[in-house]
């Protein structure tokens, strides 16, 4: 399975990463890195996240790290689209 990053995914952790560099530019990085990381764990197994709050499918999962709930979809491939913290809708 490969990983595939949506725009809106992209987006919105670029906009929080650099929120964080504000602040200190080392953190920012560290929490890319280990977002990333994390990430990257998915496709060994997938359905041990819990099923999404946001979505009534079985199929899409939340990841959460740090209190940031990463959403993902299931399939061929990991579609990774959504990165919320204080939305109500991780696609918006």
Request: hydrophobic share 40%; no cysteine.
């Amino acid at each position: 399975m490969k990983i595939l990053f949506k725009d809106t995914f992209i987006s919105r952790l670029e906009k929080q990463i650099d929120f964080i560099a504000l602040d200190n530019p080392g953190n920012a990085r560290k929490f890319r890195k280990e977002l990333l990381s994390k990430i990257s764990e998915i496709p060994s197994n997938p359905y041990r996240y819990r099923k999404s709050i946001y979505f009534d499918d079985l199929k899409i999962r939340d990841l959460i790290y740090k209190g940031y709930t990463i959403v993902f979809r299931i399939g061929g491939n990991i579609e990774v689209f959504g990165f919320v913290k204080f939305q109500q809708n991780p696609a918006d």
